[in-house]
């Protein structure tokens, strides 16, 4: 079992939509949770990072945890074109090194 | 510069050459990262440098792979005797000292092994 798993989709949406996008994980140790947005042909940026149970809001997107569940998940409102991109999951514990998920290609249709 | 600068941006290669790749962090950034992500792959951690530390090269595949940093700034990933399966998309990083969770990214170099 990978120690974070992500659904790849590709998840397709209509502009406007909430976008739900989710990472479940293995070991309970991990104590912080980042989202990355990659486009296509660059880097990932970060888009969020949190590190306790519960919502952290900025802007459209939400970034939710559950870590009695172990489960991550990232919302986005009023969704729009260029939100198109694959989005990852990182994951944090002690020591030098992110963990990823191996993201979810989302595309939001005009 | 303003962000981590990667060079080249795409290289093909022969099987059997070897390839050096090469990573400009953002100035300031002590701790650097090289992460390998293949098509339709999440992101494989290869090694780590913090400083003037040993790097923790951990994730690195096989001795045919190798990297240094050179002053704590420039860092190159080299990689010997390439093989058809090291095509993939060689990504650096960096960070602050202790900011695991910032971390930013070049936009990679896309390796092709022919």
């Known amino acids: 079992q990978k120690e974070v798993e992500q659904d790849p989709g590709p998840l397709s949406v209509p502009e406007g939509a909430i976008v739900s996008l989710n990472c479940t994980y293995s070991?309970?140790?991990?104590?912080?949770f980042m989202w990355y947005r990659q486009y296509s042909r660059k880097g990932p940026e970060l888009l969020m990072y949190t590190y306790s149970s519960g919502n952290k809001e900025d802007g459209r997107f939400t970034a939710q945890v559950d870590k009695s569940s172990k489960y991550i998940s990232l919302f986005i409102r009023d969704s729009q074109p260029s939100d198109s991109a694959t989005y990852l999951c990182?994951?944090?514990?002690?020591?030098?090194?992110?963990?990823f998920g191996g993201g979810t290609r989302l595309m939001v249709k005009p | 510069g303003a962000g981590v600068s990667q060079s080249p941006s795409n290289k093909v290669t022969e099987k059997g050459k070897d390839v050096e790749l090469r990573c400009d962090p953002i100035?300031?950034?002590?701790?650097l990262y090289w992460y390998r992500q293949s098509l339709g792959q999440g992101l494989e951690f290869l090694i780590y440098f913090q400083g003037n530390s040993a790097p923790d090269k951990s994730g690195l595949p096989s001795d045919r792979f190798s990297a240094e940093r050179t002053g704590g700034s420039v860092s190159t990933l080299t990689i010997q005797r390439t093989q058809q399966e090291d095509s993939a998309v060689y990504l650096c990083a960096s960070s602050l000292a202790g900011f695991v969770e910032k971390l930013f990214f070049g936009s990679g170099t896309q390796l092709s092994v022919l």
């Open positions: 990182a994951i944090f514990n002690a020591g030098n090194m992110l963990t």
């Open positions: 100035s300031g950034h002590t701790a």
């Open positions: 070991n309970s140790a991990f104590q912080y």
